[in-house]
């Protein structure tokens, strides 16, 4: 009955979060190294059974194909985790000599994880690696047409955690997820923060829960082919993405933009690699098949081969074809071709100049991809940075896939499953998620600037030099045993008086109260 699944996944949500919580105060106390270790833990068995999770992950949602989603969940693990491995999370994570100031990690809480069928094992994968990285919890709510497969995601992560040392329950996933479901948890009392990825009404759900959100939507990513681009290069990069797992992640190049001296070219080079040029009826069929009245996708043809959505569409295409091509003469709700598409469908754009072309870059970001990702093809500098200047774009990709480019696996960027379109989408966040976005900082000040310089040595107030010169700022920092930072650095107790005495694991480290004591006292002396 609906009312019961409801009322079923609600009371599943506050048992998992009542467990979560209970965990992350004891993960909260680990040390830098246990959290390492319990997370490399996880990102070398999600990455063991990456294979396999990409076949249950194809299988049960019927999107894309189970080597590419393969490759995402060895991307979501192993790839994520060496970008992080040496992050500090724990204690004091940075300082400042010259402004004499400490920056302490904390966790944010629990984390609320929606995860879209589209990539379900790959982004709970990632958001339970990064989540705990930080030293929080992360309970996710699967998309209903992949809770099968998420889960089991979930829990190959879960017993890995758990083998090196995590609190049971530090991770979980909803096994009867409904909306009132996903709801509470996004609303509940015991959740910090929400972590969305998935459709834009979904994040904006999100975002009016009333807790602090981070939340990524469409991307609808125009690809320009400039004149001086090696074309060839360009147009492997653009089918190769499109026709990566079908089309599934936001950042697949949608539309590309070609460069009128160049056309000719640019689609020889196209058919060469066996993209399909639809036209005529064909063409208003198959937009007819992708999109309704209103402009919604048919979740039918996401992540489809080229050949099942021609023959949906009433047409054929020779055998090996890779990407269906329209051209498109225009941007908006007359032209439904011009929307994102999660599929391995491009609209193709013909514009005389950089500037022309910059423009229709800016509509299609603008009616369905605004601050995510666009895509260059070129070998001109200056034309390269004006893209970069004045695009609405937060990522602006250089002579790559736009594909897998925009999530870090062909470049510098931090690899992440959840790309921040930044105020200009609706949401907060411009970068590519990772665990730095997932901690609080603590900052610990030390007086620089006194309102009284006069008071005696003896003020414990001031226990820092006070005519320290910008050259000499940073030395009494020097003279601190950084273990003893590292160890004590979560405690906001310094004084012998004020120790907890009773609680034998208080602090961040996971020391005991006597041995918190000898460490605070010992930094005391140090600093007078």
Not at 406 to 413: D, I, M, P, R
């Amino acid at each position: 009955m609906p009312l019961d699944r409801d009322l079923q996944s609600i009371q599943e949500v506050r048992d998992l979060l009542q467990k979560a919580h209970v965990a992350q105060l004891e993960f909260r106390n680990y040390s830098q190294e246990q959290v390492d270790r319990i997370v490399k833990a996880m990102a070398d068995a999600g990455y063991a059974e990456s294979a396999r999770l990409g076949r249950l992950a194809s299988e049960e949602t019927g999107f894309g194909k189970p080597e590419d989603k393969q490759k995402k969940n060895e991307f979501a693990t192993k790839r994520v985790w060496e970008s992080i491995r040496d992050l500090k999370t724990v204690g004091v994570i940075a300082e400042d000599k010259v402004k004499k100031v400490l920056t302490i990690g904390e966790p944010m809480g629990i984390v609320a994880a929606l995860i879209p069928s589209t990539n379900p094992t790959s982004t709970v994968m990632f958001k339970a690696i990064i989540s705990v990285k930080a030293r929080n919890a992360c309970v996710a709510s699967p998309h209903p047409r992949a809770t099968q497969c998420t889960n089991e995601a979930m829990n190959v992560l879960l017993d890995a955690a758990e083998k090196a040392g995590a609190p049971k329950h530090l991770i979980a996933c909803l096994t009867a997820p409904t909306i009132d479901g996903t709801n509470e948890l996004m609303s509940h009392k015991l959740t910090a923060v929400i972590l969305a990825t998935g459709s834009s009404a979904m994040v904006k759900t999100a975002y009016s829960a009333g807790k602090p959100a981070l939340g990524v939507g469409s991307g609808n990513v125009p690809a320009f082919i400039e004149r001086t681009a090696n074309v060839t290069k360009a147009i492997a990069d653009v089918i190769s993405g499109k026709q990566f797992d079908y089309g599934t992640l936001c950042s697949t190049e949608s539309a590309l933009v070609c460069d009128a001296p160049i056309k000719n070219q640019v689609v020889e080079e196209c058919k060469r690699k066996g993209a399909y040029f639809v036209a005529g009826e064909e063409k208003e069929r198959l937009a007819r098949l992708m999109f309704d009245q209103r402009g919604a996708i048919n979740p039918d043809i996401v992540g489809k081969s080229p050949a099942f959505i021609a023959q949906k569409a009433d047409f054929i295409v020779p055998t090996g074809t890779t990407v269906l091509i329209a051209e498109v003469q225009g941007v908006g709700r007359q032209y439904p071709l011009s929307r994102e598409k999660l599929s391995p469908v491009l609209s193709f754009y013909t514009e005389d100049g950089w500037r022309d072309s910059c423009h229709r870059c800016i509509e299609l970001l603008e009616f369905g991809g605004i601050g995510h990702t666009l895509v260059i093809h070129s070998k001109d500098d200056d034309i390269i940075m004006k893209f970069a200047l004045e695009k609405p774009a937060f990522r602006i990709l250089v002579n790559t896939q736009a594909a897998l480019g925009a999530v870090g696996y062909t470049n510098g960027l931090d690899p992440s499953m959840t790309l921040g379109p930044g105020t200009w989408g609706g949401s907060i966040i411009s970068d590519n998620v990772t665990a730095r976005h997932l901690m609080n900082l603590k900052r610990l000040a030390f007086e620089t600037h006194p309102i009284n310089p006069d008071l005696g040595e003896t003020d414990r107030s001031y226990p820092v030099q006070r005519t320290a010169t910008e050259e000499t700022a940073g030395s009494w920092m020097d003279e601190i045993d950084r273990r003893i930072i590292m160890k004590a650095g979560n405690s906001p107790v310094w004084k012998k008086e004020e120790l907890p005495i009773d609680k034998p694991k208080t602090y961040g480290s996971g020391l005991s109260a006597e041995e918190v004591d000898r460490l605070v006292t010992s930094f005391s002396k140090k600093l007078k």
